[in-house]
């Protein structure tokens, strides 16, 4: 009923820049919260960001003013501007949204498929 797509990821050098794209369609009525989470391989997934739909946002520490979060409520995507990458960042990127289909429903988490971010000299 509801997909989530992401886009913009691939390899690039330490010290360089991707902005990952995550746009959310399908039986829509509000979308609150978006995020970004990443899973390394061997590792379990970890928070990198969140944004809440007036704004507030929230950072891991790992990425904390290297990364930037944010949304276009009107086109329901959510945009992950990472700058400054380090191969530590090297992981699958899942983007997620909680969404109420209805205004009776109760709202439900929705993920992504996953893009894959390395970065690497």
């Known amino acids: 009923q509801v997909q989530l797509v992401e886009s913009g990821g691939g390899l690039v050098q330490p010290g360089e820049s991707l902005r990952l794209s995550c746009a959310t369609s399908?039986?829509?009525?509000?979308?609150?919260?978006m995020g970004w989470y990443r899973q390394a391989p061997g590792k379990q997934r970890e928070l990198v960001a969140t944004i809440s739909t007036d704004g507030p946002t929230n950072y891991a520490d790992s990425v904390k003013g290297r990364f930037t979060i944010s949304r276009d409520n009107a086109k329901n995507t959510v945009y992950l501007q990472m700058n400054n990458l380090k191969p530590e960042d090297t992981a699958v990127y899942y983007c997620?949204?909680?969404?109420?289909?209805?205004?009776?429903?109760?709202?439900?988490?929705?993920w992504g498929q996953g893009t894959q971010v390395t970065v690497s000299s």
């Open positions: 997620n949204a909680v969404v109420s289909n209805t205004r009776w429903e109760r709202p439900n988490l929705c």
């Open positions: 399908g039986r829509i009525f509000s979308i609150n919260s």
